[in-house]
């Protein structure tokens, strides 16, 4: 038997207990952004992973999706694993239809396997642009992906620093598939949210195929307060920067929780405290709605939408 690794030193795991949401999400409510770790024992993360998490667990994220009333998941592949899809695919496959997954592929990835992911729920590849989670990401070899998973009719998630936009946006516009933004393109929140760089993220999104994730506030706050011991107004310099993406794109923004929340170094956010975060960001009924349940339900279940 191999020997499990250590987690990444000063790692901090997923919030055990967390409190049940005041805020009672819709019926068909889709976590649109979320994980799964292992458990190593199974699925070994990759040898050149830039961290080891904690185990997490499809059966844990299941438990966790019925305390806070999540109907549906997107399970987006953790750059821990590489581009070994095998533990989202699980979780994807023992979902029953309420997931979907997103993968990392190689440029040399086969129509075949290709096609065994979308069988199994796939529906999106990802590309990451954050120095500090990969090496490099070759544009030529992104592209050689791109031209294969649009048959597919598959999307393309992008994960940047927003300060990165003006020498990547040339190559996201370029792209033969509809992009999806996590964590609403990763603003500077000490910046104005009317400022030039916001204006010029929210430009690119209005200009091309382009949905957003309003999500881990946890992550981009420098001010907070944390979602902590009963905390429901968190994350305040924040919530004008989701509110905004929001109000100018109400039919092309996404939620999601971003659980096991890897790579954070300050605080664990109570997830029930984070979905009470959501009326912060949207306080319409209808608002709400489309955010939670008719976008995602129109992006990964078309057939289901309503």
Known sequence: MS??????????????????????????????????????????????RKYTPCDASKADLFALREHLGVSRNVIVQATCHGADNSAMVDA???????????????????????????????????FNFVRRLVDSA?????????RKI????????????????????????????PLVIDHLGRPDVTRPVDGPEYARFLRFVAGNDVWVKVSCPERLSVTGPAALDGERHAYTDVVPFARRAVQEFPDRVLWGTDWPHPNLTDHMPDDGLLVDHVPLIAPGAEERHKLLVANPMRLYWPGEAG
């Open 3 to 48: 020997t499990l690794a250590p987690k990444t030193p000063g790692w901090l795991d997923w919030y055990a207990g967390p409190s049940k949401p005041a805020f009672r999400l819709p019926p068909g409510t889709v976590d649109a952004h979320c994980h799964v770790f292992g458990p190593q024992a199974e699925f070994p993360f990759a040898p050149q």
């Open 92 to 126: 994807v496959r023992a979902s029953d239809g309420t997931a979907r997954g997103i993968a990392t592929v190689r440029p040399d990835i086969t129509e075949a396997a290709l096609r065994e992911l979308d069988e199994a729920g796939v529906r999106g590849v990802r």
């Open 138 to 146: 070759p544009e030529e070899d992104l592209r050689t992906v791109a």
């Open 150 to 177: 649009a048959p597919l009719g598959w999307h393309i998630v992008l994960y940047f620093e927003s300060a990165d936009l003006p020498d990547l946006e040339g190559f996201f516009s370029s792209l033969p598939a």
